[in-house]
């Protein structure tokens, strides 16, 4: 069954863009969104992250931040992901705004308290079409190289719920089967559009 992703991290940057650039390349019909008040990218210290609004096109950020400090932020890895960034999609986008967007199937998330947001959100929109949508998460920590392991994991968990005829009657085994083969322990929860 050719289910509709949806791939929500915070600042709609790493974790999202990691598994939103697989899934894209792999044929799946998915979509990327942060849940923040804006995007947050680290700076030259904790204190003095570099913040952006939500629609900015990451070729401003990436232009912004070759010229503040290139080497710097080819270093940390932020320029090479911002270039990434630029072939999968124009701008970050944020989830509480995408209702013009239509209905996920799935929605994947990587932090709990992303999670959370998403349910909220979800449960705060008129719930009108009574449109099933599983929430999943994934906990990954925020950096580039568990983003990548957490971008295959995204991949094979949503191969996983494509391959069936309908997720809302094997989603337990589903998630059991994936934990266990994973050892990652997921949180899920069922919403209504």
């Not at 705060?124 to 392991?149: G, S, T």
């Not at 059991?176 to 559009?193: A, G």
Request: proline content about 4%.
């Amino acid at each position: 069954m050719k289910l509709r992703y949806a791939m929500v991290c915070s600042s709609n940057q790493n974790r999202s863009m990691e598994a939103h650039c697989l899934l894209k390349r792999e044929g799946f019909d998915v979509a990327s969104y942060g849940t923040g008040q804006h995007v947050k990218l680290p700076g030259p210290s904790i204190r003095e992250p570099n913040v952006y609004d939500f629609g900015t096109p990451y070729k401003h950020m990436f232009d912004d931040l070759r010229r503040k400090d290139p080497e710097l932020y080819k270093r940390n890895g932020i320029l090479p992901m911002l270039k990434r960034n630029l072939g999968v999609k124009t701008a970050p986008q944020r989830w509480q705004e995408n209702a013009a967007d239509g209905c996920f199937d799935v929605v994947l998330t990587f932090e709990e308290k992303v999670f959370d947001l998403v349910l909220e959100d979800l449960h705060n929109r008129n719930q009108v079409l009574l449109k099933p949508v599983l929430i999943i998460n994934l906990e990954v920590k925020d950096n580039h190289e568990e983003a990548a392991v957490g971008g295959r994991l995204a991949l094979l968990l949503c191969q996983e719920l494509d391959a069936t005829e309908n997720w809302e009657d094997t989603i337990d085994d589903i998630i059991n089967n994936f934990e266990k083969q994973h050892r990652r322990k997921l949180l899920y929860s069922i919403s209504f559009y």
